[in-house]
Nanobody
């Protein structure tokens, strides 16, 4: 499985961005997928995840109500719509995928087998 993340950029506080993660080698419908981010000097943290079966989505508390993760099976792509962005959302965003994760593992970076290259999001005025 190969993952290609895109959509990052510079945005002012309160603005929006949509990240995309295109998968090849396996259908996204059969993969649990997650978005993680890493700010300078900090550890990588989970932001959102979507399960392979049923498509339930999960969010870390700091982004609930602002970020939405979705999947387009026809395009084999997952998205992260980010609204009301804050400076603390700044970081490199990575998408990850794995064919077999239970719900309790979705926010554990060490449980994912496949990773994209990351896309930089900078929220600044």
């Amino acid at each position: 499985v190969q993952l290609q993340a895109s959509g990052g950029g510079l945005v002012q506080p309160g603005g929006s961005l949509r990240l995309s993660c295109a998968a090849s080698g396996r259908r996204t419908s059969s993969l649990s997928m997650g978005w993680f981010r890493q700010a300078p000097g900090k550890e990588r943290e989970a932001v959102a995840a979507i399960k392979s079966n049923g498509g339930s989505t999960y969010y870390t508390d700091s982004v609930k109500g602002r970020f939405t993760m979705s999947r387009d099976n026809a395009k084999n792509t997952v998205y992260l719509q980010m609204n009301k962005l804050k400076p603390e959302d700044t970081g490199v965003y990575y998408c990850a995928a794995d064919p077999a994760l239970i719900t309790s593992s979705l926010f554990r970076a060490d449980q994912y087998d496949y990773w994209g290259q990351g896309t930089l999001v900078t929220v600044s005025s």
